[in-house]
């Protein structure tokens, strides 16, 4: 299994602003994804975290509103850009290890 | 029409009962299943994985994959009021990107 842990557990941010969410692996791992849970609802993949090189953005997803780092095998870092209050929601990390993926607990992000 | 379409509920039982959830799908692609257990202002902690079609069990849980109906299930026996939770299915194909269900909050009354 993979542990994952993600910094800010939760924060409250004005709007226009931005708010970087760094996601730590406690081994290497290959795959490293970021989640959306808006409220009230299931998961939605944002993108596929590729290291050394640019992130894979799902439909309905950009780089400039959601750029995204991939320095190493353990580390990544999701930023949210120009918050509105639509942008509140939780923000999961995930970490494929061996057939299954994990979560990290998760950054819950209110803006206001 | 959604990949995958799970009943959102939400459900209640009584402790003891037997807790049964499923999920459909339309990818014939899917070929890894998952359940995952979310509590409340938590992230979503992975409770079963198969692979293909077939039955698994794990303690009190036993996961079963139809691939030829799509449709898959999870059974909590003697449920416990710990078992509160929003439970989630979740599935991929190779690619290791996954299509969740809406999530069915499930209530076990002690």
């Known amino acids: 299994s993979a542990v994952i842990s993600q910094k800010p557990s939760r924060d409250i941010c004005q709007r226009g602003t931005s708010l970087t969410i760094q996601c730590q692996v406690d081994?290497?791992?290959?795959?490293m994804f970021w989640y959306r849970q808006q409220p009230g609802q299931s998961l939605t993949l944002i993108a596929t975290?590729?290291?050394?090189?640019?992130?894979?953005?799902e439909s309905g997803f950009v780089i400039d509103k959601f750029p995204i780092s991939r320095p190493n095998l353990t580390f990544s870092t999701l930023t949210v850009s120009n918050l509105s209050p639509e942008d509140s929601s939780i923000y999961l990390c995930?970490?494929?290890?061996?057939?299954?993926?994990?979560f990290g607990e998760g950054s819950w992000l209110t803006v206001v | 029409q959604k990949e995958v379409e799970q009943d959102p509920g939400p459900l209640s039982v009584p402790e003891g009962a037997i807790v049964s959830l499923n999920c459909t799908y339309s990818?014939?692609?899917?070929?890894?299943f998952m359940w995952y257990r979310q509590y409340s202002r938590k992230g979503p902690e992975l409770l079963m994985y198969?692979?293909?079609?077939g039955n698994k069990e794990d303690g009190r849980f036993t996961a079963q994959v139809d691939k030829s109906s799509k449709y898959i299930s999870l059974f909590i026996r003697d449920s416990q009021p710990s078992d509160s939770a929003t439970y989630l299915c979740?599935?991929?194909?190779?690619?290791?990107?996954?299509?969740f269900g809406a999530g069915t909050t499930v209530t076990v009354r002690a």
């Open positions: 995930s970490a494929q290890s061996g057939n299954t993926i994990y």
């Open positions: 081994s290497q791992v290959t795959m």
């Open positions: 975290a590729n290291q050394g090189s640019e992130a894979t953005y």
């Open positions: 990818n014939s692609a899917f070929q890894y």
């Open positions: 198969t692979y293909s079609s």
């Open positions: 979740a599935m991929r194909g190779n690619d290791y990107k996954l299509s």
